[in-house]
């Protein structure tokens, strides 16, 4: 997958289209599934789907290193993770390829694809997205460190950090801030009094603001920051708009949001966009896209049912690898 520049050609829109498809999919079935008291704490990725993918596939998959937040499951997607990987996770199955069902929801890793392990500490990733930047220039690579974050992440002490000494450097790293409006339940008219792209200026990096429902300027956007960074021109920072179409997590009763509030965000759902582009330009008619959709639904269901036949983890691992000593069996996994 290379980074590609110009308008989105027909068979790159279907794909995108198919991805935001599966990712919406995977993320009602994780919510449910968190109701039913199957997974535990669910972070959703609802109207941030355009942004994640239309920017993750502007990547090399397993060349490029992705630095995703817990709310980055269209990137996952995007870059190779399967749905039954993601179920695993969530329903704390041994078999979880990411963590041993060790970890929340979606916080996925994968060495192949080069994802880097998910922080549930806010912003603690970007120094990582840096530091993997900096060892592709020691080791002679062209690789580029692409990292996603929330608005609320932006005001944190490791983000200023991170972008600092990306630019000092002048490292390549491409830093994705997905802007919907809230950190928890903090909006950012309380957070910041200018656009978090606007801090770019401060670090000598460019900055831009950008529709995150559009999915030819993010991916344009994207795919610019991503060539930049490879030619040795230096980080990036992109800041998408998206809108929050649920509440911040399972355990969030959204009572700090307004009924018009929510109805402004659903008007904005990327997915209805997306879909109306296809369908003006010919590129796909209804029945075609009710195709795609059944898929998807037979794909998610599929996916869940294996991974719920998968057996739960074994009661005496339950303390393995909290110690340093593993030669003392009896301690470790007793």
């Known amino acids: 997958m290379v980074a590609m520049s ?27 599934l968190s109701r039913q008291g199957r997974a535990g704490f669910v972070l959703t990725a609802r109207g941030h789907e355009i942004a994640q993918i239309a920017s993750a596939v502007t990547l090399r998959v397993g060349i490029d290193s992705a630095w995703p937040y817990y709310r980055d499951l269209g990137v996952a997607l995007a870059l190779g993770v399967e749905p039954y990987e993601i179920f695993l996770g969530a329903l704390a199955k041994a078999t979880d390829p990411h963590s041993g069902g060790r970890q929340l929801t979606s916080h996925f890793s994968s060495k192949p694809l080069r994802i880097g392990s998910i922080s549930s500490e806010v912003g603690g990733h970007l120094p990582h997205s840096v530091g993997a930047a900096y060892a592709s220039r020691v080791l002679g690579e062209d690789a580029v460190a692409m990292c996603w974050f929330g608005d609320g992440a932006s005001s944190e002490g490791a983000t200023h950090e991170a972008m600092n000494m990306a630019a000092v450097a002048s490292l390549p790293v491409v830093f994705i801030c997905e802007n919907n409006g809230f950190a928890i339940s903090v909006p950012t008219s309380k957070q910041m009094a200018a656009p978090v792209a606007t801090r770019a200026a401060g670090y000598g990096m460019p900055g831009v603001t950008i529709d995150g429902t559009d999915v030819e300027a993010v991916h344009a956007a994207s795919a610019s920051a991503v060539a930049r960074a490879r030619a040795n021109g230096g980080p990036s920072l992109i800041e998408l708009t998206v809108p929050r179409l649920v509440p911040h997590s399972s355990q969030d009763d959204e009572k700090y949001r307004s009924d018009a509030d929510r109805a402004s965000a659903a008007k904005l759902d990327p997915l209805p966009r997306l879909e109306a582009r296809l369908l003006a330009d010919g590129i796909r008619d209804q029945r075609a896209l009710d195709a795609d959709r059944q898929a998807v639904a037979d794909l998610v269901h599929d996916d869940l049912q294996r991974a719920l036949s998968e057996p739960d983890p074994e009661p005496e691992r339950a303390r393995r690898w909290l110690y340093g000593d593993v030669s003392n069996r009896s301690v470790v996994q007793s």
């Open 6 to 32: 110009g308008p989105l050609t027909t068979e790159e829109l279907i794909r995108i289209h198919r991805l935001a498809l599966l990712t919406r999919a995977v993320d009602e079935r994780l919510w449910l």
